[in-house]
C-alpha cells in the first residue's frame, strides 16, 4: 500500500515558476515508476511527466524544456519543477505510484493566470 500527498500548487503569474511535491508513504518507495498527471476543467487526464525506478524520464510535448521531473528515494519524494508557465497549464496536478499497482494522490490546483 501507498499513500502520496502532494504540495506545492497555488496561483501563479504566467511565465512564473511554481515547483511541486509528492511524498510517499508506505511501502519500498524505490521501485515505483512515479508520475505527474493533470486534469482541467472539462478534459481528461493526462500524463505530464514520469520517472521510472532508474531515473528515466519521459514528458507531454506539451511541457519538454519548461517541467523537469525528478526523485529523491532516500526521502521517498518526486518533484515537478515548473517554470514558464502558462494558463493552459492551469488544472489539478496528481501524483501516481505504479508498480503492479497504480496508487493517486488527492491532487494539487495549480493556477495560471494574471
Known amino acids: 500500500q501507498v499513500q502520496l500527498v502532494e504540495s506545492g500548487g497555488g496561483l501563479v503569474q504566467p511565465g512564473g515558476s511554481l515547483r511541486l511535491s509528492c511524498a510517499a508513504s508506505?511501502?519500498?518507495?524505490?521501485?515505483?515508476?512515479m508520475g505527474w498527471y493533470r486534469e482541467a476543467p472539462g478534459k481528461q487526464r493526462e500524463l505530464v511527466a514520469q520517472?521510472?525506478?532508474?531515473?528515466?524520464?519521459n514528458y507531454a510535448d506539451s511541457v519538454k524544456g519548461r517541467f523537469t521531473i525528478s526523485r529523491d528515494n532516500a526521502k521517498k519524494t518526486v518533484y515537478l519543477q515548473m517554470n514558464s508557465l502558462k494558463p493552459e497549464d492551469t488544472a489539478v496536478y496528481y501524483c501516481n505510484a505504479a508498480y503492479s499497482t497504480s496508487y493517486w494522490g488527492q491532487g494539487t490546483q495549480v493556477t495560471v493566470s494574471s
Open positions: 508506505g511501502s519500498i518507495f524505490n521501485i515505483y515508476a
Open positions: 520517472i521510472t525506478n532508474t531515473g528515466r524520464t
